[in-house]
């Protein structure tokens, strides 16, 4: 699974978000700079969250849950200062 999204307003940032459910690779980057990245082999969670401030001209406090669904597919819900702005939703 993968989105992009534009953060801020005036000064813009661009967070990607990459997940590969059969691999188990997950890979967040802020303008190609890892925010986080991972490789989980056996066992997922069913609910995960990631939280990052985004500094610069203008500061945005991004948090992004990660729920899986019950057999394959997740559903991820981004929240840029508190706020939902984008709910991506895929199987597989």
């Not at 969250?49 to 001209?57: R, T």
Request: proline share 3%; aromatic share 10%.
């Amino acid at each position: 699974m993968r989105f992009t999204l534009l953060v801020g307003s005036s000064d813009k940032h661009l967070v990607e978000f990459n997940f590969n459910q059969l691999c188990g690779t997950l890979d967040i980057r802020v303008d190609d700079r890892p925010v986080f990245q991972s490789t989980r082999l056996y066992n997922e969670p069913v609910h995960e969250v990631y939280h990052f401030v985004i500094d610069g001209a203008e500061k945005s406090d991004v948090r992004i849950e990660k729920r899986r669904k019950p057999l394959l597919g997740h559903r991820n819900t981004v929240y840029v200062n508190d706020r939902i702005t984008q709910v991506v939703d895929r199987y597989f």
